[in-house]
């Protein structure tokens, strides 16, 4: 069974790693010709509460490290879509394509094989935050050269599995609501970017302060990262929990579900 879902799934994990490991050696390779210039660009562009939104503020773009902190987001943002879409599918397509009852009649328990799914999920975000984040360091090495910031990217990348884990197992938790899985992904990949947008709104109010427990984006920021050279524990014990809850309850939910559904 996780044999066959990587047969299913390792084109788009492929998509998925390559545009942000490209992504992430394209920046770094900015770096070298235009850190000042995007710096004033910026300013003069952007607002410092917009540049603070989407975790751009306090930046050095003289230093690679800094063009990192720029992509963070936007590869966090990248991967969560695409977290959130294995997650929403990996049990909710089989109900979908009538393929539950072929599965769920193999003398194995069903939890189990929800389970092995859900490992494969894991699976799936470890191995394209690790991905990212060697084609980081590499591309550090190659283009810049020098000492490279292990912790930091390490800690960009614990941020992604984090923040992606919580926003797919959430994903998988509202797929047990749907009978057609292409509804529970378009519904999923639709709350990750309200969420987005909802961590961009309370950037820029201060008066929404108390709602960034509720988006992952707000938990972890490059810029934060880079300035202070660790995550909040409070914010990743509640990725953690939020985790653990709803895959918890996605079984129960799916191991309950009939699968003539």
């Not at 089989?94 to 189990?112: I, Q």
């Not at 639709?190 to 309370?202: N, R």
Request: glycine content about 6%; proline content about 2%; overall charge positive.
């Amino acid at each position: 069974l996780f044999k066959r879902e990587i047969k299913r799934n390792y084109k788009s994990f492929l998509t998925v790693t390559l545009i942000c490991a490209f992504f992430q050696v394209y920046i770094i390779s900015m770096s070298q010709t235009f850190g000042a210039d995007v710096k004033q660009i910026l300013d003069m562009k952007m607002p410092p509460e917009f540049q603070k939104a989407v975790g751009m503020a306090g930046l050095n773009l003289n230093d690679p490290l800094g063009f990192t902190g720029i992509g963070f987001s936007y590869v966090y943002l990248f991967l969560s879509i695409a977290f959130a879409s294995v997650f929403a599918l990996i049990v909710s397509k089989e109900f979908s394509e009538k393929t539950a009852e072929y599965l769920f009649s193999l003398p194995v328990k069903r939890v189990k094989l929800i389970r092995i799914k859900l490992l494969f999920g894991l699976t799936y975000i470890f191995a394209a935050a690790l991905f990212i984040f060697l084609a980081t360091i590499i591309g550090m090495a190659v283009i810049i050269g020098g000492e490279l910031p292990w912790l930091t990217i390490s800690l960009m990348m614990l941020a992604w599995i984090l923040g992606g884990l919580a926003l797919g197992s959430f994903a998988f938790l509202l797929s047990s609501f749907f009978s057609r899985s292409r509804t529970s992904s378009a519904v999923s990949m639709g709350v990750v970017m309200g969420l987005y947008l909802l961590q961009v709104v309370i950037s820029m109010n201060k008066e929404l302060d108390f709602l960034k427990y509720i988006s992952p984006f707000d938990w972890y920021k490059g810029s934060d990262i880079i300035r202070s050279e660790e995550i909040s524990v409070v914010y990743s014990l509640i990725a953690v929990g939020i985790s653990a809850a709803c895959l918890y309850l996605g079984v129960r939910r799916y191991n309950r579900m009939d699968v003539l559904i």
